[in-house]
């Protein structure tokens, strides 16, 4: 079945770092990937998404590529801020009838000033 | 702003009594998901609709409802929390055209308590 392989957090940076966030996948066919963030107590946000290889979704200085080759789909980010402090969700929408999500387990990012 | 809004954000209820959670959306989307997600996990999905056709998880508890009366409004309702029940729940939608389908949309969530 289709699965999100996440990087283990949680992950602590100082401001104005590189950030990487590692995303795999394992899926059948040509499924969409997302990036959500969550602050606490809030729901999931979008951050970004690519819907085909090659795809490189971007929003608020964050990037991830579509790699099918590797099947990844790692959040990049180039100088990290306090207010980037959250949990990351990478996810796939699966290709067939419903598109329901799958999720991966979430990496936290505490960013210290 | 086009949006999904839950409420309430914060609800608190007792052990085995009733408990209605909503969700309504402006987006006009067919497609309306609730989560049950606990913490530091992933959400987990409960069922879904699309328009009025419910579709139910194998592994959703028999204690978990659902209503959508019309195309804003879904509601959770959960007959007998317990105290594995509290949790945040999410309510999402995604657009109804296959473009663009594949992305949902979140509320705020409702955090539940269960005394």
């Known amino acids: 079945g289709n699965s999100v392989t996440q990087m283990e957090g949680p992950v602590t940076l100082s401001e104005e770092a590189f950030l990487t966030i590692n995303c795999t996948y394992t899926a059948t066919g040509y499924p969409s990937l997302f990036w959500y963030v969550q602050y606490p107590g809030e729901g999931l946000q979008l951050l970004l998404k690519?819907?085909?290889?090659?795809d490189k979704g971007s929003n608020k200085g964050f990037e991830a590529t579509y790699r099918k080759e590797t099947t990844s789909f790692h959040l990049e980010k180039g100088s990290v801020q306090v207010s980037d402090s959250a949990v990351y969700f990478c996810?796939?929408?699966?290709?067939?009838?419903?598109?329901?999500?799958?999720f991966g387990t979430g990496t936290r990012l505490k960013v210290l000033a | 702003d086009a949006m999904v809004i839950q409420n309430p954000r914060y609800q608190v209820t007792q052990f085995g009594k009733p408990v209605t959670l909503s969700c309504s959306q402006t987006?006009?989307?067919?497609?309306m998901y609730w989560y049950q997600q606990k913490s530091s996990q992933a959400p987990k999905l409960l069922f879904h609709y699309y328009d009025k056709d419910f579709n139910n998880e194998a592994d959703t508890p028999d204690n978990f409802q659902s209503r959508r009366p019309n195309t804003s409004f879904c509601f959770l309702d959960i007959r007998s929390p317990g105290l594995g029940d509290a949790a945040m729940y999410l309510c999402?939608?995604?657009?109804?055209?296959?473009?663009?389908?594949?992305?949902?949309?979140f509320g705020p969530g409702t955090r539940l308590t269960v005394l």
């Open positions: 987006l006009n989307h067919n497609v």
């Open positions: 999402a939608t995604s657009r109804p055209y296959r473009e663009g389908r594949d992305t949902q949309y």
């Open positions: 690519a819907t085909k290889a090659d």
């Open positions: 996810a796939l929408s699966e290709t067939s009838g419903t598109y329901k999500y799958i």
